[in-house]
């Protein structure tokens, strides 16, 4: 199967060319921001069926609101870009990066949810206001949060590097003989990382929320359609949540494919050090100019 790993390889270094040395970024962004203007253009027609009692109307909103979130995703942006290096740097399941991926996702449509009626209810706040907070203070705080889970995959990786350096075989450590368990076993110890993992990287993407997702729910609150609002919301986090999926897939078959190019031992220990050193390292440039445009 060491062709298959190749091939993976092949591609995503092919990708990787594209977008970062011949145009592909500037492209593909300037693809999702025509789709996002195209489809929150006629959101406003569904909005005035959905007043007028048209049923039809909402399952409308709600397609458009998913396709915003899907374009919204599908350029430069910090939840695909933490989501994805997890998945290249740590050894985790397809299944478990999925379910990542769509609950940091609807928690940042739950960060909207939030943001917009505090704001209208108790401060009274303008959708200029609003998009003011959610990118001038909580976009800089999601992407210095990201920039920081970057630097702890890189020292994983360098202390995984440090740990499969050679040692004596002739030292060893004996057990105190007392039967009793002086601290969590390997098991135990990797389930409560896990927990605390998966809440620092949904924590940082969800503290910035879509300015889409504000701009409805604005639009919703003033028509008193709220409830139609809201569930737009959570569909664009799934909208969203599509594409997250995609890279966090992608990632992780990256890492598959390059693990697959070595027989085990201490070379596959290194070379997992190194994939996570190397993804630390990609997350926490990309969050820091996302940081610095945010400034």
């Avoid at 979130?69 to 870009?81: L, S, T």
Wanted: some cysteine; proline content about 2%.
């Amino acid at each position: 199967m060491r062709w298959l790993g190749f091939a993976v390889l092949a591609l995503c270094g092919a990708l990787a060319v594209w977008l970062w040395g011949y145009g592909g970024m500037e492209d593909l962004s300037r693809w999702a921001a025509s789709g996002q203007r195209d489809v929150q253009n006629q959101m406003a027609g569904a909005l005035r069926g959905i007043k007028a009692g048209q049923g039809a109307a909402f399952w409308t909103l709600m397609g458009l609101c998913f396709a915003y979130g899907f374009f919204h995703a599908a350029g430069p942006g910090h939840g695909k870009v933490l989501i994805g290096g997890y998945g290249l740097g740590r050894d985790v399941a397809r299944v478990k990066l999925a379910g990542l991926a769509v609950a940091s996702s609807l928690a940042q449509a739950l960060t909207a949810v939030v943001v917009v009626y505090a704001g209208v209810g108790l401060f009274q706040l303008g959708r200029a206001q609003l998009e003011g907070v959610a990118e001038k203070t909580m976009a800089p705080v999601s992407y210095g949060a990201i920039a920081l889970v970057g630097v702890w995959l890189g020292l994983r990786g360098v202390r995984r590097w440090w740990a499969s350096r050679p040692v004596d075989h002739h030292e060893h450590h004996e057990g105190c003989g007392c039967g009793h368990a002086h601290g969590p076993d390997p098991e135990a110890a990797a389930k409560v990382g896990n927990w605390r993992e998966a809440a620092i990287l949904i924590a940082s993407i969800a503290i910035r929320p879509c300015t889409g997702a504000i701009f409805v729910l604005l639009l919703c609150w003033k028509l008193g359609i709220d409830l139609a609002g809201i569930a737009g919301a959570f569909v664009m986090g799934l909208g969203t949540a599509s594409v997250t999926l995609l890279v966090a897939f992608a990632a992780h078959g990256l890492r598959t494919s390059a693990l697959m190019q070595v027989a085990g031992g201490t070379g596959a220990l290194r070379l997992q050090a190194v994939i996570e050193i190397a993804a630390g390292a990609i997350v926490c440039i990309a969050a820091s100019q996302l940081l610095m445009r945010a400034l």
